[in-house]
């Protein structure tokens, strides 16, 4: 079975620019978390979304936004992008969206802002 | 802010040594996860313990929760070279996200 995806898999970006990352999840998982690590650091959240619905939001700034397909699949946006949001992007999927359920990362990717 | 804080930051031990990792963490909490992160890849998920349970196993792991005390440790027995890695705790509290802490750097030399 093919576990969580993550496209692209490193990504340049320049100061004020946008940026859309892309998730699947495993089959059959409903929910979706991101996180971004920088480096050096452990992984911070920042959304959840479980059958479409954002269950819950880290402390980030607006510039970021996600959302969640009918497949399940997810999107990160960010936009005006900043120096400090250079970092690696994890997806995280799990069967639901309640307590004591562990979580399946993608590989990430590797988000360069110059 | 970060939940947990992993002790030691760095460990480099000899092949088949044990290693020892230790997590603390500020406030209450529904479970414990550990996760290991290679050269900065994904995570992958070792171990989950709730917080009604005090110990638990898995192969060549061992962890322990101690709610009173709000730490949790990770025992690598007969470690590997292959078990060199970053290592992380992560601890849920019911609002569907996990926090993590700033982990444990393993390096297991041959």
């Known amino acids: 079975d093919a576990g969580v995806t993550q496209s692209p898999t490193h990504l340049i970006k320049t100061r004020g620019q946008h940026v859309t990352l892309r998730c699947s999840p495993i089959?059959?998982?409903?929910?979706v978390s991101w996180y971004q690590q920088v480096l050096g650091q452990g992984p911070q959240f920042i959304f959840q979304?479980?059958?479409?619905?954002?269950?819950g939001r880290g402390n980030f700034p607006d510039r970021f936004s996600a959302r969640q397909f009918p497949n399940y699949s997810s999107e990160l946006n960010v936009n005006a992008l900043l120096l400090g949001d250079s970092a690696l992007y994890l997806c995280a999927s799990s069967l639901t969206s309640g307590r004591a359920y562990e979580q399946f990362f993608g590989p990430g990717t590797r988000l360069t802002v110059l | 802010s970060q939940q947990g804080e992993e002790d030691p930051q760095a460990l480099s031990i000899q092949e088949g040594e044990n290693a020892t990792m230790n997590c603390s963490y500020k406030t209450s909490i529904n479970n414990l996860q550990w996760y290991r992160q290679n050269s900065g890849r994904g995570l992958v998920h070792l171990i989950l313990i709730r917080s009604n349970e005090r110990e638990k196993h898995s192969g060549r792991l061992r962890v322990t929760l101690d709610t009173s005390k709000k730490s949790s440790s990770l025992l690598i027995t007969a470690s590997r070279a292959a078990d060199t890695a970053s290592y992380f705790c992560a601890t849920e509290r019911g609002d569907y996200k996990l926090s993590f802490g700033a982990g444990t750097t393993v390096t297991v030399r041959a």
């Open positions: 979304y479980y059958e479409k619905e954002e269950r």
């Open positions: 089959s059959g998982h409903k929910s």
